[in-house]
């Protein structure tokens, strides 16, 4: 009998933040510790001490604001400016326009991204059914798979940052839904709110004043 080919397991991808340095708010900002590690499959946590150093931080993780100092690696490759879009973002309950359509939603003003694209990240979370709807018509549950959707599609994904915020609904579900549909990815959660999120990980980064 011949043997049934077994397929090779997938690459570990392996999100590091090494001594990084920012500006926020005047001053500049790091990580305590100093160097963050997270692999597929596992959630770091970092502590923010206000909603606008969480923006901050996410921001400077996206590449939509420069670094002072450090790196930041996906496995032994340094990850530029201009190529932080393999880092995907959640926002605080989702981030969805109201009005736009899901498939809209989705799209998020992006060129280049094919119908195929959409249906398929639509299919993937469940939503396929509800392209042509608004998110006002969805369950939280159901929002949140259209902001995973929104995140991932058309894009070589590989980090997922879900942001969590103090008056937004918790962070729970969007990380478990991310753990299950991409099991994978290593993930960030960045929160101004610690307390929502002892739960992921009792040993959360915070964000200190820098030097």
């Known amino acids: 009998m011949d043997s049934v080919p077994v397929p090779p397991e997938p690459p570990m991808l392996v999100l590091v ?18 160097r963050l590690l997270v692999r597929s499959g596992e959630i770091a946590v970092v502590a923010d001490r206000s909603a606008e150093e969480a923006d901050t931080f996410a921001e400077v993780l996206l590449g939509r604001k ?19 879009r393999e880092i995907a973002l959640v ?34 979370f469940g939503v396929k059914g509800h392209l042509d709807r608004r998110p006002g018509d969805l369950a939280h549950e159901e929002r949140i798979r259209v902001a995973l959707a929104r995140a991932t599609c ?25 753990r299950k549909e991409l099991p994978d990815l290593p993930l960030v959660v960045v929160t101004d709110d610690a307390t929502q999120v002892v739960t992921l990980r009792p040993d959360p980064w915070e964000i200190v004043d820098a030097p």
């Open 66 to 84: 420069p670094l002072d100092g450090g790196q930041i690696r996906l496995a032994d490759a340094v990850i530029p400016l201009d190529m932080r």
């Open 154 to 178: 058309a894009s070589a994904i590989r980090a997922l940052v879900v942001e969590d915020r103090a008056g937004s609904a918790p962070c729970h579900r969007a990380v478990k839904t991310a």
């Open 91 to 124: 926002p605080a309950g989702g981030g969805l326009f109201p009005h736009l359509s899901v498939r809209e939603n989705i799209v998020c003003g992006r060129r280049g991204v094919s119908a195929d694209a959409v249906r398929d990240a639509a299919a993937r």
């Open 17 to 34: 933040l090494d001594a990084l340095r920012w500006e926020c708010g005047g001053g500049r900002s790091r990580l305590d510790p100093d």
